[in-house]
């Protein structure tokens, strides 16, 4: 009888690299958000004021909703609300309305933002590690599967 060794070695190499690449690909789309908005932004709590939804044949995408300084008064404190859709509306985040975000504002224009991340989830750096370990993994188990 044959040992199951190389198969089960091949199986589970075979699961890390799928989802090592998938969560990969996941945390450097979250990363090139922050590239849309052009400068290093300023870190603010908001929350999804509206999730997005389709009406008819228009897609109306998420908004969030966050307070910063009025336009033109980087200094002034940041009392005035904004309602804008991310500049990141294909974000791998599922932004349901009433959920609390992570975002980035541009300080010179604050309703320029991008959504870093949910509340409640990783940062997209420390998603990028965790899938690129779980890359290497799968790389090791078809390593250790084609030494079999």
Known sequence: MPHPWPTVSLLFGTFWV??????????????????????????????????????GPS????????????????????VHTYRQVP????????LHRGTPVLLRYDPR????????????????TANLAWCVFCLVAGMVGLGAAALL
């Open 109 to 124: 224009d604050p309703r320029r933002a991008v959504v870093v991340r949910r509340k409640k989830a990783y940062s997209p």
């Open 18 to 55: 799928i989802v090592g690449a998938h969560g990969t690909h996941a945390a450097l789309r979250a990363r090139r958000s922050l590239r849309l908005l052009g400068a290093p932004g300023v870190q603010m709590v908001g929350e999804v004021a509206n999730d997005s939804r389709r009406v």
């Open 87 to 94: 500049l990141n509306t294909d974000a791998p985040n599922a």
């Open 59 to 78: 897609y109306h995408p998420p908004q969030i909703r966050y307070q910063a300084p009025p336009i033109g008064r980087p200094d002034a404190p940041a």
